[in-house]
């Protein structure tokens, strides 16, 4: 199915979305608040490994990870727009949204309780760089399915 104009700017939108929620959080979200949101790996609770993601301790950090984001997201969008998936990937994408934070919490947990040694008791873990892998690798493995198909 072809996709119209209309809807290609859509999902466009809903695509720069996510960079921009992460550019108003880091923005109106204070310190001593996000702080409560951040997520302790020696002391973890569920929940902070999801909104720690979404959180940032600098300005460089948080427009790095849009920026990787935005070019791998779209790099994703055309594949699929090709291949003609539109509906796969935005299910693929809302699963990674949704799993890869706890994901990448389990992580945390592995390496700073188990494999490294004397970590501070209040180490804190934020920010997208895990999600944006995820979608790095969705990158790579959409364009391999796709190359495949061809």
């Known amino acids: 199915m072809i996709q119209s104009d209309r809807q290609k700017k859509i999902d466009a939108i809903l695509l720069l979305c ?10 109106f979200i204070r310190k001593p608040v996000a702080g409560d949101f951040y997520f302790y790996p020696m002391d973890p609770i569920p929940l902070t490994a999801w909104t720690a993601a979404f959180l940032h301790g600098s300005w460089g950090h948080v427009v790095a990870n849009s920026t990787a984001f935005v070019l791998t997201v779209f790099l994703i969008y055309a594949i699929f727009r ?3 998936r539109r509906r796969t990937m935005w299910g693929v994408i809302g699963l990674l949204l949704i799993t890869t934070p706890f994901v990448t919490g389990l992580g945390n947990i592995a390496v700073f309780q188990y494999i490294m040694s004397d970590v501070p008791t209040d180490l804190n873990v934020k920010g997208f760089s895990g999600v944006s892998s995820a979608f790095l690798g969705l990158l790579w493995a959409a364009f391999a399915l796709y190359a495949n198909q061809i």
Request: proline share 8%.
């Open 18 to 27: 996510i960079p921009t929620i992460l550019l108003l959080i880091h923005a």
């Open 82 to 84: 090709r291949w003609g």
